[in-house]
C-alpha cells in the first residue's frame, strides 16, 4: 500500500468543495423556498412568468456549480488526490458564502426578493444569515487547519 500526498493539490480540493457547497445551497434555496413552499422567485419585482425564468436561470446556474465541482471531483479522485477534510472545509465555506451573499447582497441591497412576504422578516433574516455565518466559520477553520498540513490517501499498488 504506497501513500501519496495530497498538498499539490489544495486548490482543486478547495475550489471543488466551494462550488459543490455553493451549488448544493442553491438548490436547496430553489427547490425548498422557490418551487415547494413557493415564499418567492429569484426575481421578485416583476410578472410571475419572469420570476419563473428567473428561478430557471438561477436552477441551471446551481447545477452548472454542482456539475463542474463534480468534474473537479473526479479528476482529483482519478489522481488519487482527494483530500476530503480540505473539501468539507470548502463546501461549508461555499455554502456559507453563497448564503451570506444571498441574504444580504440580494436581499437588502439589490432587494431582487425576500425570504418570505406579508411577515416580521426580521427571524428569517436573521436565521438565514446566521446559518450562513456558522457555514462560513466553519468552513474557515477547516480550510486553515487544512492549508499547512499534508493530506493523505491510501492508494492500492
Do not use: C
Not at 441551471?60 to 479528476?75: C, E, H, K, R, Y
Not at 433574516?125 to 450562513?132: E, G, K, M, P, S
Amino acid at each position: 500500500m504506497k501513500i501519496e500526498n495530497t498538498s499539490k493539490f489544495r486548490k482543486q480540493n478547495f475550489w471543488s468543495g466551494v462550488l459543490f457547497g455553493l451549488g448544493m445551497v442553491a438548490f436547496i434555496d430553489e427547490t425548498a423556498f422557490h418551487q415547494l413552499l413557493h415564499w418567492h422567485h429569484f426575481y421578485d419585482k416583476s410578472t410571475t412568468s419572469i420570476g419563473l425564468i428567473s428561478d430557471g436561470l438561477f436552477h441551471a446556474f446551481s447545477w452548472f456549480s454542482t456539475i463542474w465541482s463534480l468534474f473537479l471531483l473526479a479528476d482529483l479522485r482519478r489522481k488519487k488526490a482527494f483530500w476530503l477534510k480540505r473539501w468539507i472545509g470548502g463546501l461549508f465555506l461555499g455554502a456559507g458564502l453563497f448564503q451570506l451573499y444571498d441574504g444580504t447582497v440580494q436581499h437588502k441591497f439589490m432587494k431582487l426578493h425576500q425570504i418570505r412576504y406579508h411577515v416580521d422578516i426580521l427571524p428569517y433574516d436573521l436565521t438565514w444569515n446566521i446559518t450562513a455565518l456558522i457555514m462560513v466559520i466553519f468552513g474557515l477553520v477547516i480550510v486553515l487547519r487544512t492549508r499547512k498540513s499534508e493530506g493523505m490517501i491510501k492508494n492500492e499498488s
